[in-house]
């Protein structure tokens, strides 16, 4: 019956695909702030071309930079001390902030390089020097969709990929920006490691849609989360997170039984246990016990029963702290051994990858497995 069911909905969305067109809207801010480091000790940075380093306040340049120099920079008394690396001849100590420009290339930081310019500043306490990665979102992006989902794949859900990691990445500009920039270069956000993951198949699926993202019934770029697999189908984010309940990221059938997670177990010792839930100072683990699962069968809430007390947690919770592959699960303790029984990796919410790449083999396009995934969004194209 759930077999038939996936196929009547597999043909629905099929043919509601067909009917999916590409808008436009004005042009909104093309570039992005990454953080890429965070150091109270010394950080390579340089060009592969002739660069300068300005202070950004005053617009004034501190020093020209030859093609391949090598300079360092660090907090020292709570400015930017800079250092040619060669030389070791002090440039100067700067309250900041500066900004590297290169006259073309590409910039490195420490041993990656990237795209754009890198923007350094000293972080609230004085005492880290935080490099960001100022570049436009269509070069981000090429780095993040390899680095988020196999290079080999049908380029139909590479190109889902890109249009959801492009919509992620302008839904949640400014998310970061207490830290001094928009997003994390990691799974915090998205995973961003520069030019050394850039592949063909996905660069060919960043320009392909270049521009193109969702947009929500609000008219705003749509945050859209995204996950490994979906164990058979995706959730509510009010379900899983402290997060007002969306029209767009429901529970939504998932194609993903050919992920090596769609089943996965983990057994624990109670020792284990303990170890990493110490934290919840409520001293050994007696038991689990699940209070609620979504329509999707995660577990929503949970009581953990310690010998000094109980904590409520939310699944998701449970799952960071044990490092599960989702908060789908059924669990038993066995003597001192907690076992678990899964399915899907990853918060279940949104476009799942394994899920895209099965929905493309079967021959649907990058607009028909979005528009699967998230409901009741608009494909649009931002104009430059």
Known sequence: MKTQLKNILFNFLFFIGLFCFTSYVPAISMNIKIGLITSDQNIKIGSDTNSRLINIFTNKEIIKIRKMETYLIKTVNGVISITNKLTDASIGSFTGP???IPDKGLVFCNDRWYRGRLIIFTNGDKKNITVANNVDIEDYLLSVVPSEIPNKWHKEALKAQAVAARSYSYGYMGRRKSKGYDLESSVEDQVYLGISSEKKSTTNAVKETEGIILLGKDGKPLIALYHSSGGGYTDSIEN???EK??????PRPDYDDNSPHFQWYRNYSKNEINNLLKDLNIGEIKDII?????????????NVIGIKGQKKLRGEELRRALKLPSSKFNLKIEKDVVKFAGRGYGHGLGLSQWGSKALAEKGLTYEQILTHYYSGVKIVKITK
């Not at 699940?290 to 949970?302: C, D, E, G, T």
């Open 245 to 250: 309940p969306s029209e767009h990221i429901k």
């Open 240 to 242: 899983l997170w402290n």
């Open 98 to 100: 500066i900004e590297l």
């Open 290 to 302: 699940p209070i609620s699962k979504s329509v999707a069968n995660r577990i929503m809430w949970l």
